[in-house]
């Protein structure tokens, strides 16, 4: 009845005025509506709210799209929502666009294995 919790993945947030750039590399999850120019590494799952834009390269488990976002995206899957623009080459499992959604760029279908160890490997190198 009352076991051990789970850990749950820490959230970072960067707000809709915010402008990063950089390389950024985070923990958790990351919830962006503001800006960011440059790379960026989660070990969980990134989702760019409708506010929000990456101009980089991003490697994660799941990247949701609701903004804009240009550059190499290398996760399990993608999910573009209905407002949401994808520019460039990605490397996923699964891509899923909902109507609506702007796909330019080409898919390359990545193993889930690889992407997930490069993930880990890159995130634990650079800290």
Request: charged share 20%.
């Amino acid at each position: 009845m009352f076991g051990q919790k789970k850990p749950v993945n820490p959230l970072s947030f960067i707000a809709q005025e915010c402008h990063l750039t950089g390389k950024l590399i985070f923990s958790g999850d990351v919830l962006i509506a503001g800006h960011i120019s440059g790379d960026i590494q989660a070990q969980g799952n990134v989702t760019i709210e409708a506010s929000g834009t990456v101009a980089g390269d991003i490697l994660c488990r799941e990247l949701m799209i609701a903004g804009q976002m240009s550059g190499e995206a290398r996760c399990k899957k993608i999910t573009l929502h209905a407002q949401g623009v994808f520019e460039g080459d990605a490397y996923c499992e699964h891509i899923e666009i909902l109507d609506g959604g702007q796909f330019l760029g080409y898919r390359h279908r990545d193993p889930l294995l690889a992407t997930l160890a490069n993930t880990d490997t890159n995130i634990a190198n650079n800290a």
